[in-house]
């Protein structure tokens, strides 16, 4: 558990993180917010709201390192904790609320801005997940694991960060969003793939230094009933750590060609490409048999590999020669 006196220490790091990475101004909607002075200034000036709001916990709850087993206040710059099998809502003034999940570990901070004095609420996820519904007042910055979001006035979402793996639902817009390079693994745009056979579709997803990322997922996505994932047209993966995420396509027995599309979940970052399905009848056709035998009719007259054996009262096999062939001045050979 966090030792009272390492709490200033670690708010001022969590405030000099997000004042460094966060971009001036940031617009919440069309209202241009300066959020570095608003945590310069969170507090010691009529910017902050000393007072959050108040908080229930359902189960065990620590406010600075110290237990709560009631209804109490939470302030501006309050680290909260909850245990493994906790809950608590966080009630903020004047109207929203925050739902701290189980095991959960956040910073909250109530401040305004200095145009409009519209309140705005600023958390720091550091473990576990939040759910938020802000009024039509409210709007809301939140840092977790280096990534950065807002959400406008009387907005709802989810956040989590749970074992280093941060996930966003609802409508949010992030500040410092990473960029995508997502590919197939295999060389080309097209997949060929037998009628009612299954094939691996394998796609990479890198940085913008083309370091492979891995523990993100993958939306995989058919554009017609040409086969499916499994049972269904979409499909879920995750990448290894080679940044590579995998999905098993069976196709159906019309053949045709179909697009397939390849996203990493909640970002414009795709690769879009084709699957085309083809009706084989396999390598012994009838044109293919006779094209074998044909083969090895020529190749049996050509190089005279053919071996025969005498009359049962001999014993040595006689090897068949090679034709001889004459053409012109060679009419003389064997003579």
Same mark, same amino acid.
């Given at each position: 558990?966090?030792?009272?006196?390492?709490?200033?220490?670690?708010?001022?790091?969590?405030?000099?993180?997000?004042?460094?990475?966060?971009?001036?101004?940031?617009?919440?909607?069309?209202?241009?917010?300066?959020?570095?002075?608003?945590?310069?200034?969170?507090?010691?000036?009529?910017?902050?709201?000393?007072?959050?709001?108040?908080?229930?916990?359902?189960?065990?709850?620590?406010?600075?390192?110290?237990?709560?087993?009631?209804?109490?206040?939470?302030?501006?710059?309050?680290?909260?904790?909850?245990?493994?099998?906790?809950?608590?809502?966080?009630?903020?003034?004047?109207?929203?609320?925050?739902?701290?999940?189980?095991?959960?570990?956040?910073?909250?901070?109530?401040?305004?801005?200095?145009?409009?004095?519209?309140?705005?609420?600023?958390?720091?996820?550091?473990?576990?997940?939040?759910?938020?519904?802000?009024?039509?007042?409210?709007?809301?910055?939140?840092?977790?694991?280096?990534?950065?979001?807002?959400?406008?006035?009387?907005? &709802? %979402?989810? *956040? $989590?960060?749970?074992? !280093?793996?941060?996930?966003?639902?609802?409508? =949010?817009?992030?500040? #410092?969003?990473?960029?995508?390079?997502?590919?197939?693994?295999?060389?080309?745009?097209?997949?060929?793939?037998?009628?009612?056979?299954?094939?691996?579709?394998?796609?990479?997803?890198?940085?913008?230094?083309?370091?492979?990322?891995?523990?993100?997922?993958?939306?995989?996505?058919?554009?017609?009933?040409?086969?499916?994932?499994?049972?269904?047209?979409?499909?879920?993966?995750?990448?290894?750590?080679?940044?590579?995420?995998?999905? &098993? %396509?069976? *196709? $159906?027995?019309?053949? !045709?060609?179909?697009?397939?599309?390849?996203? =990493?979940?909640?970002? #414009?970052?795709?690769?879009?490409?084709?699957?085309?399905?083809?009706?084989?009848?396999?390598?012994?056709?009838?044109?293919?048999?006779?094209?074998?035998?044909?083969?090895?009719?020529?190749?049996?007259?050509?190089?005279?590999?053919?071996?025969?054996?005498?009359?049962?009262?001999?014993?040595?096999?006689?090897?068949?020669?090679?034709?001889?062939?004459?053409?012109?001045?060679?009419?003389?050979?064997?003579?």
């Amino acid at each position: 558990m966090t030792n009272k006196k390492q709490i200033p220490t670690i708010l001022a790091l969590v405030i000099t993180l997000l004042a460094a990475i966060i971009p001036i101004p940031i617009y919440a909607g069309s209202e241009p917010i300066n959020l570095k002075e608003l945590l310069a200034k969170a507090f010691t000036s009529a910017y902050s709201s000393a007072n959050v709001g108040t908080v229930e916990t359902f189960g065990t709850l620590s406010i600075n390192g110290e237990l709560v087993h009631q209804t109490m206040t939470v302030n501006s710059g309050d680290y909260l904790q909850t245990a493994k099998s906790s809950t608590a809502t966080v009630s903020i003034y004047p109207s929203g609320k925050v739902v701290l999940g189980q095991n959960t570990m956040a910073y909250l901070i109530l401040g305004k801005s200095s145009e409009s004095l519209q309140p705005i609420l600023v958390a720091s996820l550091l473990r576990g997940s939040i759910n938020v519904e802000l009024n039509c007042e409210m709007s809301a910055y939140i840092e977790s694991g280096g990534r950065i979001f807002t959400a406008n006035k009387g907005s &709802s %979402f989810r *956040a $989590s960060n749970l074992d !280093g793996r941060f996930e966003v639902l609802g409508n =949010v817009s992030f500040q #410092n969003a990473p960029q995508y390079i997502v590919r197939p693994v295999e060389v080309g745009a097209t997949f060929s793939v037998k009628a009612r056979s299954t094939r691996q579709i394998q796609i990479q997803v890198t940085d913008e230094k083309d370091r492979p990322v891995p523990d993100i997922p993958v939306i995989f996505a058919l554009g017609s009933q040409l086969g499916k994932f499994g049972s269904e047209t979409t499909f879920t993966a995750t990448t290894n750590s080679q940044g590579i995420a995998s999905a &098993s %396509f069976t *196709a $159906s027995q019309t053949p !045709g060609t179909t697009s397939i599309t390849a996203t =990493v979940k909640d970002t #414009n970052y795709s690769w879009t490409g084709e699957i085309s399905v083809y009706k084989g009848a396999g390598f012994w056709t009838t044109r293919n048999k006779i094209l074998v035998t044909s083969a090895a009719i020529v190749a049996g007259t050509v190089t005279g590999v053919v071996v025969a054996t005498r009359p049962s009262d001999e014993k040595r096999p006689v090897v068949a020669q090679p034709p001889i062939i004459k053409t012109g001045a060679a009419n003389r050979v064997g003579k």
